[in-house]
Every structure is written in C-alpha cells, then in structure tokens.
C-alpha cells in the first residue's frame, strides 16, 4: 500500500538528510524523513561530534602534561576513559536531543526503519510504501576495509568500534594516514598509547598542501608517533594478545590494536537505487552540480555523492536541494569553496586549492604564494604553538587558497573562506582590522605580506 505523498521524501537522516528535511520544512513542503538508526547520522553518533569531544580531552591532556611550561605545576595521573567516553556521550546527547526537538517541531513525520527504494520516488520500509513528488538519496557512507583485512571489533576496529573503547591502549598501528587515522593516532598519542601511523602514499593528509603535510609529520614525530608513509599494507595476523601488522618490504609491526582507516565507501548495496535505474559509479550515486541524479526529480546529497566526505558539505547541499525544490533557485555549491579542518594537535585546514593544484590549473608563472610563520603571532606564541598560515593567489589576482597548520587554526578556516569565496584579493584583506592579540591576526599579516607591505614579517 502506499502511505500518502510527500512532497519531499528523504531515505538517511545524517547531516545531508536532516538539513535538507528541516530547510524543507521551514519553506512550507511537506517532509517524510526515513531513517534505520539516529536521526543525525553519522557525524553526530560515530564521527565529527564524538571524535572532537575525544580530541578536546585530549588536548586537556596535553595541557596538563605541558603546564610546567606555563608555570602550572600539575601532574597527568592517567586518563580514565569511563569519564572521557561519559563526558563524549553527554554532549552527543544533549544535541542528539536538540536535533530531535526540532525535527518534531517542523512538523517533519520521522518513519523509522530501513527504506529502499521501489520505484522511481517511491521508498518502502517494511510492509509500507511511501511516495515522494520529489525524492532525496541521503544513505551516506560506511568504514571500508582492504581486502583479507577482517574487521572484529576486538583487535582490528574501524573508528566506530575506536570510539566505544574502554580503555587506553598501550600501542596502536593506525592504518591510513588521512583525515580520521591522523585525528585518532593525535588522540591516543595524547593518552600516552605508542602510535604507528602506516599510509601507502607519500605523505599524510594526501589531500592537503605538502607543506602542511610535511609540518603535521614534523610535529607528530615530535610528539613521538611513528610514521610510515609510502608504505602499503601487506596482511595482519592477530592472536589473542595484540596483532602483527606486515607491510611491504617485510618490516612487521606488532601492536595492541590495528584502527583500519582507509576510507570511507557509499551505503547503496542492496537499497534499489541500481534497479531503479540511478546512474551510479563505484557504488557512489552521481549527482550534477545542482544535487541532481538523472533521474527526474531525484536528488542525492552527502557522502553518498562523490567528492569531500564532510558534515558541512552534507549541511550545504540539503538546503541547496530543499530551496531548489521550494523553485528558490540557489546558487550551486563549490567544492573547492567548503573549508577542511584536520583537528589534530596541531590542527590542519585549507579551503581553496593547495599550490601544487594551482599551478596545475593556471601555470607556474600565473601563481604566488607567500607563507606567514605563526612564531610572529603573538596570540599563538602565548599558546606556544607553531605553524603557519600560507596564501595561493593568483598573480595580480583573487587569493585561491588558504592552508594554515598550528593549534586551533580551525576557528581561523571561517574568515578563510569568506576571503576564498568571495574571490578577494590580498590587497582587499591587508586593510582589515584583526583584534590583537588573536590567530586571526596571522591571516592579517598573511595578507599584509602578499600586498607588500609585511608588518610582524621580513620583507
Ligand atoms: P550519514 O551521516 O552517514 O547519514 C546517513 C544516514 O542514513 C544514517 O543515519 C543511516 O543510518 C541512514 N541510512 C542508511 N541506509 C538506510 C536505509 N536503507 N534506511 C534507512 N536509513 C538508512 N565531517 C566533518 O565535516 N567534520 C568532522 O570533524 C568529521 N569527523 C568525522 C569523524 C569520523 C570518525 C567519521 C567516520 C566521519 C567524520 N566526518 C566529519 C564525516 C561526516 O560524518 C560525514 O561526512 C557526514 O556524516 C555525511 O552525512 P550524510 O548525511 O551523507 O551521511
């Protein structure tokens, strides 16, 4: 049977799903929002949310370990992860519960349970079926493993089986040095486990500038965790005290714990989307600028769309899809435009394009950048933090982007992008007032510096 008509139905409430349903909502369309677990996915129940309340007691750590340096005199007695994990399931709770508040108060009809598509926008769940005028993919992503790699949760654990552990572990070999293998080696290095970062490319953070990639290295090997990089996985072998973990060239690395974190792949098998006849690739729904499958009035949204895997993003391109719908006619979203944070100690983030892209795009000649050290930062010195805030532009041009690295340099990405996407140039930014002493005044100097005329830099 088929239960009413939506104007708007969502299969997957995670940031993609929830946002679009509440923007909906608000523009008067009517909202079905179907969803197997919590609403708010998995950034806020097993990724952004719980992950940085895990790096924020670990920066407490940190602090407690350094004090001396700031003339506190107080000892680190251990780290008790009942609390940490009571402290994390707090907050998770508390916003779960304000996410859930407002889904009701929109007027939002919530079915619960695992929806698949069944015709073209149309969703069953159980013995029930739904129909949409219009149709969201919002699925979102899962832990992908390599092959003969056999996840158990015990010794060989994805970052969702990471988050509910008990305990410390004495020593850790974190696979994959991106985004969530760098944030959980920071975390566990901070509650004093031995951490082995293994990642088959070059360098960590692939993704971002090299010379934020060199200076996280430089930083993580200060704070002694090892790091393998161009180093690809060979095979595990795990017995009841820790795993071995092989990698190419024969070196073998025991440990506690293998935290797999190699990626993470699209939640479509088995949920109709192929049958219905959605143009898919790799398991990946594809979508063109404006959210939009190739199918009529069928749009797909989040980390099931190829491209960044962020909560953000997700946010984004739900209110994009929900004013599209409500004939708003918004502005499509641009990928390089979404800010990047790694919030490690120290913390990596960059919107725009790094230099090695840039000059790719434009030509060597056509591109400059200018890099300002965070040593003559007065606010980052009292922090006693290092790093950098570095500018790509285009000669004569708009600033492309924007890479900074040093300790909560991710409150900086904000005036980052607002300086990226609005195409300013360097000598639109020099002139603006930065509260002193603040990090933002570094994005000041920054652009001081590429305008010509540096104040706390060498000319
Ligand atoms: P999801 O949040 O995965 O939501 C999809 C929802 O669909 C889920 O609730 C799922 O239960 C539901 N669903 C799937 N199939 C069905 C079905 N058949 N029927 C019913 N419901 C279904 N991003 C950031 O921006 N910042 C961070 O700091 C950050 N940290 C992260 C840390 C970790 C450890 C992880 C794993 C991810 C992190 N992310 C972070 C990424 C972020 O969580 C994702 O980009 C975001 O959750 C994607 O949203 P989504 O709506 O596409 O998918």
Redesign the pocket.
């Known amino acids: 049977m088929t239960d009413g008509e939506f104007d708007v139905l969502i299969?997957?409430?995670?940031?993609?799903?929830?946002?679009c349903a509440l923007r909906a909502a608000q523009l008067g369309l009517s909202v079905g929002l179907?969803?197997?677990?919590?609403?708010?996915?998995?950034?806020?129940?097993?990724?952004?949310?719980?992950?940085?309340a895990l790096l924020h007691a670990a920066e407490i750590a940190d602090q407690t370990r350094e004090s001396a340096q700031f003339g506190v005199t107080a000892t680190l007695d251990g780290i008790d992860m009942v609390g940490v994990n009571s402290y994390k399931d707090k907050v998770v709770a508390r916003l779960f519960k304000g996410l859930t508040g407002l889904i009701q108060g929109r007027g939002i009809t919530v079915i619960e349970?695992?929806?698949?598509m069944t015709g073209l926008r149309q969703?069953t769940?159980g013995d029930t079926t739904y129909a949409g005028r219009h149709l969201v993919l919002?699925?979102?992503?899962?832990?992908r493993s390599l092959p003969g790699l056999d996840i158990d949760g015990e010794r060989v654990l994805t970052?969702?089986h990471?988050?509910r552990l008990d305990r410390v572990p004495s020593s850790v070999v974190v696979l994959g040095g991106g985004?969530?293998g760098c944030?959980?080696a920071s975390v566990w290095a901070s509650f004093g486990a031995e951490v082995t970062i293994v990642e088959a490319l070059p360098r960590l953070l692939p993704v971002e500038d090299e010379a934020s990639s060199k200076a996280l290295e430089r930083a993580f090997r200060k704070r002694r965790i090892q790091i393998r990089t161009g180093t690809p996985f060979q095979s595990v072998k795990v017995a009841d005290e820790g795993v071995a973990v092989t990698v190419e060239g024969g070196d073998v690395i025991e440990a506690e714990l293998l935290l797999v974190?190699v990626g993470?792949g699209p939640?479509s098998d088995?949920?109709g989307y192929d049958e219905q006849g959605v143009a898919m690739e790799r398991g990946f729904v594809l979508a063109d600028e404006r959210c939009r499958t190739n199918l009529e009035n069928v749009y797909a949204?989040?980390?099931?769309?190829p491209g960044?895997?962020?909560?953000?993003?997700?946010f984004q391109q739900?209110i994009f899809v929900a004013e599209d719908i409500a004939g708003l006619e918004p502005s499509p979203i641009d990928e390089a435009g979404i800010p990047r944070?790694t919030?490690s100690h120290p913390e990596v983030a960059s919107v725009g394009l790094d230099e090695a892209a840039a000059r790719a795009a434009y030509s060597d000649d056509a591109v400059e950048t200018v890099t300002y050290d965070l040593g003559g930062n007065g606010k980052s010195q009292i922090l006693m933090t290092q790093g950098f805030v570095k500018l790509v532009r285009r000669k004569d041009g708009p600033v492309i982007g924007v890479h900074l690295v040093g300790d909560r340099v991710g409150e900086l990405i904000g005036e980052a992008q607002l300086i990226y996407n609005w195409e300013a140039y360097a000598e639109d930014v020099a002139p603006l007032v930065h509260a002193h002493p603040t990090q933002t005044e570094a994005l000041g100097e920054a652009h001081l510096a590429l305008a010509g005329k540096p104040l706390h830099a060498h000319a």
Not at 36 to 48: A, E, M, P, R, S
Not at 301 to 305: K, L
């Open positions: 299969l997957g409430a995670g940031s993609g799903g929830y946002a179907v969803e197997k677990g919590n609403l708010g996915g998995t950034c806020l129940h097993i990724g952004c949310i719980p992950t940085k349970g695992e929806g698949r969703l769940v919002a699925s979102g992503s899962y832990s970052s969702e990471a988050l985004v969530i944030e959980f974190a993470r939640t088995g949920l949204v989040g980390d099931i769309v960044l895997q962020l909560a953000h993003r997700g739900g944070v919030y």
